[in-house]
């Protein structure tokens, strides 16, 4: 990841807003993070992670040119009631800088009623 994004007019918190069509759609989320900048000896960059107003994931500070990956469990999915979802990256007190993402990857599930496969193939 060669790239970050942060925000240009810091107000502590960075909002990501989205909806789904059906509010029982289950979705995963993987969110990527690598600090890019070199920090100052006075500097730090630290937030918390929120999902639907709840804490997904935190106090967090990126790593230096290392990648991190944040996703819920292997075998967890999530849901937005209403449908209506909002990720939020908000910078903690001690935190003298902006939080920034590199990427966020969001897979809704698709169940199908039939398996795909014939089930006769591959014995």
């Known amino acids: 990841m060669a790239s970050a994004a942060t925000r240009v007019n810091d107000n502590g918190t960075w909002e990501f807003p989205w909806s789904l069509?059906?509010?029982?759609?289950?979705?995963h989320i993987y969110l990527h993070f690598a600090e890019l900048?070199?920090?100052?000896a006075n500097e730090t960059r630290e937030f918390n992670v929120l999902l639907n107003g709840k804490v997904?994931?935190?106090?967090y500070s990126p790593k230096m040119l290392s990648i991190d990956t944040m996703s819920p469990q292997p075998d967890s999915t999530l849901t937005c009631k209403g449908g209506s979802c909002l990720l939020q990256l908000v910078k903690t007190t001690k935190s003298t800088l902006p939080p920034l993402i590199n990427a966020i990857e969001l897979f809704t599930v698709v169940e199908f009623p039939q398996s795909e496969t014939n089930q006769d193939e591959g014995s």
């Open 21 to 27: 069509e059906d509010s029982t759609t289950r979705f």
């Open 56 to 59: 997904y994931y935190g106090p």
């Open 37 to 40: 900048q070199t920090l100052l």
